[in-house]
């Protein structure tokens, strides 16, 4: 096992540097330049724009400040970004947390949605509650999270004005209302992005149910005279849950994509409305580190599924 | 209209006949800046009193929390780094100049003690230099006294080269010397009628000495006061969150009485301009909100709710669209629309007074932008509630028609016009921007009525804006016959904004398409002007060699102006907001209020 682990950590090594690559070339060969402001506006005399790139070593070839790049990455140095002028990591980190509470709040609920709903419509196939329940889920998949987004602000902001629509990390009171607050303005984002999520896992979780109830040892266990609950819940689920715990691994880089959107619609100051103002503003460096942050995690989100189907399913061995 | 009768307007105001606001209003017709108007009152013995302030309060504090919306956050917090106006906006909020500009052109005081005039000593008769008097008794928001010390250090910093401020185009030209401890002596080169740059507005805030004098040259960026930012502005640092949040507390020791109005402030970043004005004018969860550059359709159904209204500012930024003067489908030495080159066409002035004539910018008014975009004929703006005498527009597809028939442009078999084996095909661009789209489709259609074939395209505006030298489709490279754009006056003199038409600005491949005149247009006339207003110093001779200057480009319909458009910002209800066309949205924060 730990030489599996090690092997497919070697492994992520080259596919890294890979990606690294192919993003600073593309950035290179986009157009756009982080001082184009400075170009147009005609109080700013040219040379200050010369004399900046020449300082923040843009007019050199693309192999070379990748290296350049590439070196100080190596030694934790994760360059400053030239429209705020502050290190790249001080801004991840601040953004980070914002946007790691959303999406695990967003996800817990589509979980929380999924699950119950997924099993219950395949212990009653074709029900009236599954062909309810279908017919949500293929609405919830079919609808991007910026139209949903922009309808729940129509709806509950503006109609009903009971939610605040945009978004702030930094709340001025204190004790409950903090919470409160913190509460209210994050029910939206995290319901558009946890339904979108919930709507395609209850499909998936439903048909990985039926996939096992149908199974002779589900039988067994009700020839026994189990109660139904304890075989769905000992029996069933458990066993189908395997293939659905990968499936919500490999989403999860899915799902800070989908994020970007959403952090932008309702303003939460998260590494996804980050990546936007940076690619507004030509931010090179920090479209670097935000997006070779997204690209580790799709990377480590894969291992840790194949990692943790083998350690749910025992007939699978790691060699 | 001619120095002689500026002459006698002026007199008019002099004897009371003429307010001066109305004389104002007038220049600003004529396309002058409102700055420079007020400058020539002043310049003719009709100082203005400081203006009075609106502001009622009648002690400090006790308004709440001012939440400001600006759907592009501030990225930085130092103003000599501020290059986008929502960073110049951020630091607004701590820093403050000598001096901002009001609506209607003047100068109000703001760490100056006064504003300097011939009258009393501030300014030199020859224009070589200028005397400020800093107020007294103000303190950084850490205590420390502000000086002449901290002016000086100033003019150092923005003109130290390993710096790169973007703030070094007012300083570069100028000396700063220290002549007491609340007097400082501004020296220029050359005679300069605009002397009001340096110290003063969007460039003119000034940072603490001792907070950044020891992160000079290369070592500017690591200077930790570039992030909490200790100024004399009415309010006080707490946080800063890049692209997101910038918040501020009241500053209790601020140096004008009663002011400010509100306890604390907040600038929240990001999003999208129609969110943001929904924010203000339909849920109110915001009080104002920055740069709405919404239709105005859907502004005036978001003011429906009754929660806020729109502030329309008028400043100077005009979209129009530029003729090309030379050959942009020839090359020549690697480069198309070379000036070396004429272009095919519009070398026809009947064609160019035809095309001029094509532009319906009163339909582009009424059904695209609204309150948001004025239908003018000047290319020097602002509101035309007084329109110039000189120029005007007409539209008018008949008479172009009769234009091009009588320069012997006969209309082909597929009713295109045609003169000596050339057809009248243009090629049109422009941004993706979906009222500049609107406004091509409408051009293009009045030039099908007078057998003009326009063909439209739009360039992604990241391109499009760019100064990428190796892509054909910047608007700098002009490879096309007619483009549209918005371009901005950043200054509240009009000699910089004015430069874009001499003939030593033409951009080419030498200067790497760098150069501000995007036409190719050459008139020795222009030039001429250009350089007499450089060096005069006599108000009243410089505005009228404006007005001849803007007269020139409209009367060889260098470019055919469309609209010009105004700053909108969405503003609560109860709040009250002096804003300036010629300054930030900022500039005057200390008089902003609540009614009660």
Same mark, same amino acid.
């Given at each position: 096992?730990?030489?599996?682990?090690?092997?497919?950590?070697?492994?992520?090594?080259?596919?890294?540097?890979?990606?690294?690559?192919?993003?600073?070339?593309?950035?290179?060969?986009?157009?756009?330049?982080?001082?184009? @402001?400075?170009?147009?506006?005609?109080?700013?005399?040219? @040379?200050?724009?010369?004399?900046?790139?020449?300082?923040?070593?843009?007019?050199?070839?693309?192999?070379?400040?990748?290296?350049?790049?590439?070196?100080?990455?190596?030694?934790?140095?994760?360059?400053?970004?030239?429209?705020?002028?502050?290190?790249?990591?001080?801004?991840?980190?601040?953004?980070?947390?914002?946007?790691?509470?959303?999406?695990?709040?967003?996800?817990?609920?589509?979980?929380?949605?999924?699950?119950?709903?997924?099993?219950?419509?395949?212990?009653?196939?074709?029900?009236?509650?599954?062909?309810?329940?279908?017919?949500?889920?293929?609405?919830?998949?079919?609808?991007?999270?910026?139209?949903?987004?922009?309808?729940?602000?129509?709806?509950?902001?503006?109609?009903?004005?009971?939610?605040?629509?945009?978004?702030?990390?930094?709340?001025? @009171?204190?004790?409950?209302?903090?919470?409160? @607050?913190?509460?209210?303005?994050?029910?939206?984002?995290?319901?558009?992005?946890?339904?979108?999520?919930?709507?395609?896992?209850?499909?998936?979780?439903?048909?990985?149910?039926?996939?096992?109830?149908?199974?002779?040892?589900?039988?067994?266990?009700?020839?026994?005279?189990?109660?139904?609950?304890?075989?769905?819940?000992?029996?069933?689920?458990?066993?189908?849950?395997?293939?659905?715990?990968?499936?919500?691994?490999?989403?999860?880089?899915?799902?800070?994509?989908?994020?970007?959107?959403?952090?932008?619609?309702?303003?939460?100051?998260?590494?996804?409305?980050?990546?936007?103002?940076?690619?507004?503003?030509?931010?090179?460096?920090?479209?670097?580190?935000?997006?070779?942050?997204?690209?580790?995690?799709?990377?480590?989100?894969?291992?840790?599924?194949?990692?943790?189907?083998?350690?749910?399913?025992?007939?699978?061995?790691?060699? | 209209?001619?120095?002689?009768?500026?002459?006698?307007?002026?007199?008019?105001?002099?004897?009371?006949?003429?307010?001066?606001?109305?004389?104002?209003?007038? %220049?600003?017709?004529?396309?002058?800046?409102?700055?420079?108007?007020?400058? %020539?009152?002043?310049?003719?013995?009709?100082?203005?009193?400081?203006?009075?302030?609106?502001?009622?309060?009648?002690?400090?504090?006790?308004?709440?929390?001012?939440?400001?919306?600006?759907?592009?956050?501030?990225?930085?917090?130092?103003?000599?780094?501020?290059?986008?106006?929502?960073?110049?906006?951020?630091?607004?909020?701590?820093?403050?100049?000598?001096?901002?500009?009001?609506?209607?052109?003047?100068?109000?005081?703001?760490?100056?003690?006064?504003?300097?005039?011939?009258?009393?000593?501030?300014?030199?008769?020859?224009?070589?230099?200028?005397?400020?008097?800093?107020?007294?008794?103000?303190?950084?928001?850490?205590?420390?006294?502000?000086?002449?010390?901290?002016?000086?250090?100033?003019?150092?910093?923005?003109?130290?080269?390993?710096?790169?401020?973007?703030?070094?185009?007012?300083?570069?030209?100028?000396?700063?010397?220290?002549?007491?401890?609340?007097?400082?002596?501004?020296?220029?080169?050359?005679?300069?009628?605009?002397?009001?740059?340096?110290?003063?507005?969007?460039?003119?805030?000034?940072?603490?000495?001792?907070?950044?004098?020891?992160?000079?040259?290369?070592?500017?960026?690591?200077?930790?006061?570039?992030?909490?930012?200790?100024?004399?502005?009415?309010?006080?640092?707490?946080?800063?969150?890049?692209?997101?949040?910038?918040?501020?507390?009241?500053?209790?020791?601020?140096?004008?009485?009663?002011?400010?109005?509100?306890?604390?402030?907040?600038?929240?970043?990001?999003?999208?301009?129609?969110?943001?004005?929904?924010?203000?004018?339909?849920?109110?969860?915001? !009080?104002?909100?920055?740069?709405?550059?919404?239709?105005?359709?859907?502004?005036?159904?978001?003011?429906?709710?009754?929660?806020?209204?729109?502030?329309?500012?008028?400043?100077?930024?005009?979209?129009?669209?530029?003729?090309?003067?030379?050959?942009?489908?020839?090359?020549?030495?690697?480069?198309?629309?070379?000036?070396?080159?004429?272009?095919?066409?519009?070398?026809?002035?009947?064609?160019?007074?035809? %095309?001029?004539?094509?532009?319906?910018?009163?339909?582009?008014?009424?059904?695209?932008?609204?309150?948001?975009?004025?239908?003018?004929?000047?290319?020097?703006?602002?509101?035309?509630?007084?329109?110039?005498?000189?120029?005007?527009?007409?539209?008018?597809?008949?008479?172009?028609?009769?234009?091009?028939?009588?320069?012997?442009?006969?209309?082909?078999?597929?009713?295109?016009?045609?003169?000596?084996?050339?057809?009248?095909?243009?090629?049109?661009?422009?941004?993706?921007?979906?009222?500049?789209?609107?406004?091509?489709?409408?051009?293009?259609?009045?030039?099908?009525?007078?057998?003009?074939?326009?063909?439209?395209?739009?360039?992604?505006?990241?391109?499009?804006?760019?100064? !990428?030298?190796?892509?054909?489709?910047?608007?700098?490279?002009?490879?096309?016959?007619?483009?549209?754009?918005?371009?901005?006056?950043?200054?509240?003199?009009?000699?910089?904004? %004015?430069?874009?038409?001499?003939?030593?600005?033409?951009?080419?491949?030498?200067?790497?398409?760098?150069?501000?005149?995007?036409?190719?247009?050459?008139?020795?006339?222009?030039?001429?002007?250009?350089?007499?207003?450089?060096?005069?110093?006599?108000?009243?001779?410089?505005?009228?060699?404006?007005?001849?200057?803007? !007269?020139?480009?409209?009367?060889?319909?260098?470019?055919?102006?469309?609209?010009?458009?105004?700053?909108?910002?969405?503003?609560?209800?109860?709040?009250?907001?002096?804003?300036?066309?010629?300054?930030?949205?900022?500039?005057?924060?200390?008089?902003?209020?609540?009614?009660?």
């Amino acid at each position: 096992m730990s030489g599996y682990l090690l092997r497919r950590l070697l492994i992520a090594v080259p596919s890294v540097i890979g990606i690294s690559i192919v993003l600073f070339t593309v950035l290179a060969l986009a157009p756009g330049d982080p001082f184009e @402001e400075l170009a147009t506006n005609p109080a700013i005399p040219p @040379e200050v724009r010369a004399n900046l790139r020449a300082q923040f070593g843009l007019d050199d070839p693309v192999a070379v400040r990748y290296a350049r790049w590439f070196g100080s990455m190596l030694q934790g140095d994760w360059g400053f970004s030239f429209a705020s002028r502050i290190d790249v990591d001080d801004l991840i980190l601040q953004r980070l947390p914002v946007t790691l509470f959303v999406i695990g709040m967003s996800q817990v609920f589509a979980l929380a949605v999924a699950l119950p709903v997924g099993v219950y419509s395949a212990t009653r196939p074709y029900s009236i509650f599954d062909q309810i329940a279908n017919t949500l889920a293929f609405i919830g998949f079919s609808l991007p999270t910026f139209f949903t987004g922009i309808l729940f602000i129509l709806f509950f902001s503006i109609y009903l004005d009971w939610l605040p629509f945009v978004y702030r990390a930094d709340i001025a @009171e204190t004790g409950w209302r903090w919470y409160w @607050e913190h509460l209210r303005q994050s029910i939206m984002p995290i319901a558009v992005l946890g339904l979108f999520q919930g709507a395609s896992w209850t499909r998936y979780v439903r048909s990985a149910v039926l996939d096992v109830i149908r199974l002779d040892y589900v039988t067994t266990a009700r020839s026994k005279g189990l109660a139904e609950r304890v075989v769905i819940v000992k029996h069933v689920v458990r066993n189908a849950l395997i293939p659905v715990v990968t499936l919500v691994a490999l989403q999860m880089p899915a799902v800070f994509g989908g994020a970007i959107v959403t952090e932008q619609i309702f303003r939460v100051p998260g590494i996804g409305s980050l990546l936007i103002s940076a690619i507004q503003a030509n931010d090179t460096p920090v479209i670097m580190a935000v997006t070779f942050v997204f690209a580790i995690l799709v990377i480590f989100f894969n291992l840790l599924a194949d990692v943790l189907y083998g350690w749910l399913d025992p007939r699978i061995s790691y060699r | 209209m001619n120095e002689q009768e500026l002459r006698q307007l002026i007199a008019k105001v002099k004897a009371g006949t003429l307010s001066r606001r109305a004389f104002v209003r007038m %220049m600003v017709g004529m396309g002058l800046t409102a700055p420079l108007a007020a400058q %020539m009152l002043a310049y003719s013995g009709l100082a203005h009193a400081q203006p009075a302030s609106a502001y009622k309060p009648t002690k400090r504090g006790g308004g709440g929390t001012l939440k400001c919306l600006w759907w592009q956050g501030a990225t930085l917090l130092n103003p000599h780094f501020a290059v986008g106006t929502k960073d110049q906006e951020g630091s607004r909020i701590f820093y403050e100049p000598l001096a901002g500009w009001d609506a209607d052109g003047n100068l109000v005081a703001m760490l100056a003690a006064e504003i300097p005039t011939q009258q009393n000593g501030g300014l030199a008769r020859d224009g070589m230099s200028v005397i400020w008097k800093l107020k007294k008794g103000v303190q950084w928001h850490d205590g420390k006294p502000f000086t002449a010390d901290d002016v000086v250090f100033n003019w150092e910093y923005a003109t130290d080269p390993a710096v790169a401020a973007v703030s070094v185009g007012s300083y570069r030209d100028i000396k700063v010397e220290k002549l007491d401890s609340h007097t400082v002596k501004v020296i220029f080169q050359k005679p300069t009628p605009y002397w009001a740059d340096a110290f003063v507005g969007v460039r003119g805030m000034l940072i603490p000495k001792h907070l950044f004098e020891n992160f000079r040259g290369a070592k500017s960026r690591e200077a930790p006061t570039n992030l909490k930012p200790v100024g004399t502005g009415p309010y006080k640092f707490v946080d800063f969150k890049p692209g997101d949040m910038v918040r501020g507390t009241i500053n209790t020791a601020y140096h004008e009485p009663n002011k400010p109005h509100f306890d604390a402030i907040e600038m929240k970043g990001g999003g999208d301009a129609i969110s943001a004005a929904r924010a203000v004018l339909q849920t109110g969860e915001f !009080d104002y909100a920055w740069n709405i550059q919404v239709e105005d359709e859907i502004l005036l159904r978001l003011e429906e709710s009754g929660k806020g209204r729109s502030e329309i500012t008028p400043g100077a930024n005009i979209e129009h669209i530029q003729l090309n003067n030379t050959d942009p489908w020839t090359e020549v030495d690697g480069e198309r629309s070379s000036a070396t080159t004429k272009h095919p066409l519009f070398s026809d002035p009947a064609v160019r007074r035809a %095309m001029a004539m094509l532009v319906d910018r009163a339909a582009v008014q009424k059904h695209i932008y609204g309150r948001t975009g004025i239908a003018t004929g000047n290319f020097l703006n602002n509101p035309p509630r007084f329109t110039s005498k000189n120029t005007r527009w007409e539209f008018n597809v008949e008479k172009a028609n009769q234009l091009l028939d009588a320069a012997g442009w006969k209309r082909g078999a597929d009713g295109i016009r045609v003169k000596d084996g050339r057809k009248l095909k243009l090629l049109y661009q422009t941004s993706i921007n979906a009222p500049r789209q609107k406004n091509q489709a409408i051009v293009k259609q009045a030039c099908q009525k007078a057998g003009i074939e326009v063909e439209v395209k739009a360039v992604t505006a990241s391109v499009y804006f760019s100064s !990428d030298v190796a892509n054909p489709d910047t608007y700098t490279k002009f490879y096309c016959d007619m483009q549209m754009y918005t371009t901005t006056m950043p200054q509240a003199d009009p000699g910089v904004f %004015m430069n874009q038409f001499c003939s030593w600005e033409i951009a080419a491949k030498a200067n790497k398409w760098q150069g501000r005149n995007i036409t190719r247009w050459k008139s020795e006339e222009y030039d001429k002007a250009y350089r007499g207003a450089e060096s005069e110093l006599d108000p009243v001779k410089r505005a009228a060699l404006f007005i001849r200057m803007n !007269d020139l480009v409209i009367e060889n319909q260098v470019v055919v102006p469309v609209v010009y458009r105004p700053r909108v910002s969405s503003v609560a209800k109860r709040l009250r907001a002096p804003l300036s066309g010629w300054d930030n949205d900022f500039w005057n924060l200390r008089d902003w209020y609540r009614e009660g």
